[in-house]
Nanobody, 126 residues
Framework: VQLQASGGGWVQAGGYLRLSCEAS????????MGWFRQVSEKEREFVAA????????NQADSVKGRFTIPRDNAKNTVYLQMNSLKPEDTAVYYC????????????????????WGRGTKLTVSS
C-alpha cells in the first residue's frame, strides 16, 4: 500500500492551497481517509477525515469552515482543500487510510489508521 501526498508549499496568510493524496495497493472505496498534521516534535494532530461517502466528514475545530476533505473514488485520491490559511496552519501534513469495515464514519483517532503516507510540508507566512 502506498499513499502519495503532494501539493505542499509556501503560501501567504489568507491564501489557499489543495493537498492531494493518491492511494495504491488497496481497495480505495473500502477505506476511510484522513489528514493529520505535525509541527516539529509535537504530537500529530487530527485535521480532517472522510468516511465512505462525501456526506460523512469530520474536521478539527481549528479548521472547520476553512478546510474540506473531498474524495474521488474513481481516482483513488483524497484531497484537503485549505482556504483562508493562517500561519498556525504551518506544519507537515500526512494522509492516512483505515479499513472501514461495516462503519461509514470518519475517524479522528490516529490509532485507528492502518496506513500512512509521507508528509508534505505547508508553510504559511504572515
Amino acid at each position: 500500500v502506498q499513499l502519495q501526498a503532494s501539493g505542499g508549499g509556501w503560501v501567504q496568510a489568507g491564501g489557499y492551497l489543495r493537498l492531494s493524496c493518491e492511494a495504491s495497493g488497496l481497495s480505495f472505496g473500502s477505506y476511510g481517509m484522513g489528514w493529520f498534521r505535525q509541527v516539529s516534535e509535537k504530537e500529530r494532530e487530527f485535521v480532517a477525515a472522510i468516511g465512505r461517502r462525501a456526506g460523512r466528514t469530520n474536521q478539527a475545530d481549528s479548521v472547520k469552515g476553512r478546510f474540506t476533505i473531498p474524495r474521488d473514488n474513481a481516482k483513488n485520491t483524497v484531497y484537503l482543500q485549505m482556504n483562508s490559511l493562517k500561519p498556525e496552519d504551518t506544519a507537515v501534513y500526512y494522509c492516512a487510510a483505515y479499513y472501514l469495515g461495516l462503519s461509514a464514519q470518519p475517524s479522528t483517532d490516529p490509532h485507528r489508521y492502518d496506513f500512512w503516507g509521507r508528509g508534505t510540508k505547508l508553510t504559511v507566512s504572515s
